[in-house]
């Protein structure tokens, strides 16, 4: 097969090189090493491999999967969208598809008309293929947003999943962060399908029942003179200290931070324009700067 070059680095590119690894090795028709004698088979694996097509070699008509543990949906919209029946959003390569109907959906109809549902998918391979196709959110136009939200959720307070839930955020200066945003959006995204965010799933024993997932959805927003990126959870805590909830989105947000974004234990962003990794309940959003903020 011919070589790609690939313009990822760091944990994309580990997680590509991963997927594509485990789908020489996994791929159904592809012979043990060794045969029942335990004699060393000679194994044409060029001849193998050029039946596997991945979203390097074809971005559109790949053959191996990987299944992800959710299935994830994309949403856009931008000043182009609204108002508009058909969209012109940056999506080259996949067609839309119908909105679900969802507990949420009707409370929230007016305000989601103007946005688009892109894809959904719920495979590795499929994510890559979205993400080859799409533009990134340093070339997106001003006051455009991406919203990646489990299948069946739509990025609107008022769905069931969402109503009683909160929001990791940060924004981040646009002159400053142009080079930066595309590296944090992928990382972002790849943390939600790979539920990564939550320590409390990571941990889980697994011989009993893992938590409920509290991450409902991801969204990358530009505006004019600055990003702003948000980890949307289908819980917040209380105002008390002592609320057993509080340690779990804490580590949200600290996983966003640390791991995610890039930043330092305790370094603080301030600069203007910019905010600190900051977590607050929907409720709390519609008390006009009354509540009280988690910061990490």
């Known amino acids: 097969m011919t070589a790609v070059a690939s313009q990822l680095t760091g944990p994309a590119l580990q997680a590509s090189r991963a997927a594509l ?22 194994v044409d694996m060029q001849a193998q491999a050029d039946g596997l097509r991945t979203v390097f070699s074809d971005p559109t008509h790949f053959n191996v999967k990987h299944p992800l543990y959710s299935a994830w949906t994309l949403w856009f919209d931008s000043p182009a969208t609204k108002g508009r029946n058909l969209p012109q ?14 507990p949420g959906a009707a409370a929230a109809q007016g305000w989601m008309e103007d946005i688009k549902r892109v894809i959904t998918f719920d495979s590795v391979e499929e994510f890559w293929g979205l993400y080859n196709n799409i533009v990134p959110p340093s070339q997106l136009p001003q006051k455009a947003n991406y919203y990646l939200f489990k299948e069946g959720i739509i990025p609107a307070w008022e769905d069931e999943a969402n109503k ?5 955020s940060i ?29 409390e799933l990571t941990k889980a024993d697994l011989a009993g029942s893992p938590p409920e997932p509290v991450i409902t959805g991801v969204i990358v927003s530009t505006r004019p003179q600055f990003y ?24 949200i947000g600290r996983h966003f931070k640390l791991q995610v974004l890039g930043y330092a ?32």
């Open 228 to 251: 702003r990126v948000s980890i949307w959870t289908r819980v917040a805590p209380s105002q008390a200290e002592d609320d057993p909830l509080r340690k779990r989105i804490e580590q």
């Open 171 to 199: 924004q981040l200066p646009k002159d400053k962060n142009r080079s930066n945003i595309d590296k944090m959006w992928l990382y972002t995204m790849l943390a939600a399908i790979g539920e990564t965010f939550d320590p």
């Open 164 to 168: 009683n839930g909160g929001k990791w």
């Open 89 to 102: 959003t940056p999506i080259s390569a996949f067609p839309q598809t119908p909105a679900p109907n969802t």
């Open 265 to 296: 234990e305790g370094q603080k962003l301030a600069a203007p324009l910019a905010t600190e990794v900051e977590f607050l309940s929907h409720k709390d959003s519609e008390k006009k700067g009354k509540a009280k903020k988690i910061v990490v």
């Open 21 to 42: 690894s485990s789908a020489l090795s996994d791929h159904p028709g592809v012979p043990s090493n060794d045969d029942e004698d335990g004699e060393v088979q000679e």
